[in-house]
């Protein structure tokens, strides 16, 4: 949910907050609103910023560690970017909120939504099998994707699996770098599943026009 503040005024803090705008995604020095809160006995300074883009001015607080010179947390938080265009919904829907659990620090509920994207996926592409690892199967022989994808989505599969049991097996531990690595992963089979033929369709239709120019 965004909050737009226009018509605020502007504060004086001596605090630069620097970092990606968790609506718009630009990159920008926020502006600042209202005086900051700084504790006595801490480096801690808490306050409210604005992006700095006029499109956005969307509304975040922040805690800065003025002896680190680091951002503590944001609220909104930044959620890691990807391209959305050409995934269906459903899709797009789990695998959204497998990101937004990540940026909430949520790595659990993040692995099981990764795992709810494969499923999406392949309902998506109508790939039949009993369970998810016969349906991932039954999907590798339906679209063109390297192989090593398929054996890679097996293993999310069972991460997912792990994050939804109590009695974890695969995994050690599913944290932070698990559900980093996870998305990552995650993000290159929705570019081959999805967006790899729009892309080559837009390089076609590129060079149609070459070609008619040339005539
Ligand atoms: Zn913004």
Same mark, same amino acid.
């Given at each position: ?6 018509? $605020?005024?502007? =504060?004086?803090? =001596?605090?630069?907050?620097? !970092?990606?705008?968790?609506?718009? &995604?630009?990159?920008? !020095? ?16 808490? &306050? ?6 006029? #499109? ?10 003025? &002896?680190?010179?680091?951002?503590? $947390?944001?609220?909104?938080?930044? !959620? ?38 494969? %499923? ?8 039949? &099998? ?24 097996? %293993?999310?599969?069972?991460? =997912? ?14 944290? #932070? ?8 992963? !995650? #993000? %290159?089979?929705?570019?081959? $599943? ?13 060079? #149609? ?7």
């Amino acid at each position: 949910m965004i909050f737009k503040l226009t018509g $605020v005024n502007q =504060g004086s803090s =001596g605090t630069r907050i620097s !970092t990606r705008c968790p609506h718009c &995604g630009h990159n920008g !020095t926020f502006e600042s609103i209202g005086n900051d809160i700084q504790n006595n006995n801490s480096n801690r300074v808490f &306050g409210i910023r604005r992006c700095p883009n006029e #499109k956005c001015f969307g509304h975040m607080f922040f805690v800065y560690d003025k &002896g680190q010179k680091n951002i503590v $947390v944001t609220h909104p938080s930044d !959620t890691i970017p990807f391209d959305k265009e050409n995934i269906p919904e459903n899709v797009l829907n789990a695998f959204q909120e497998a990101i937004l659990s990540h940026s909430n620090n949520c790595f659990i509920a993040s692995a099981i939504m990764i795992r709810k994207t494969l %499923e999406e996926i392949c309902m998506d592409r109508n790939a039949t &099998g009993n369970n998810l690892y016969k349906r991932l199967e039954d999907l590798g022989s339906k679209i063109v994707i390297p192989q090593e994808l398929i054996e890679g989505m097996q %293993e999310l599969r069972l991460l =997912g699996n792990d994050a939804a049991h109590i009695e974890s097996n695969t995994f050690d531990e599913i944290g #932070k770098n698990e559900v980093e690595i996870s998305i990552e992963f !995650t #993000k %290159e089979i929705l570019k081959a $599943v999805y967006q790899y033929e729009s892309l080559l369709g837009k390089l076609r239709s590129l060079k #149609k026009t070459k070609e008619e120019e040339n005539n």
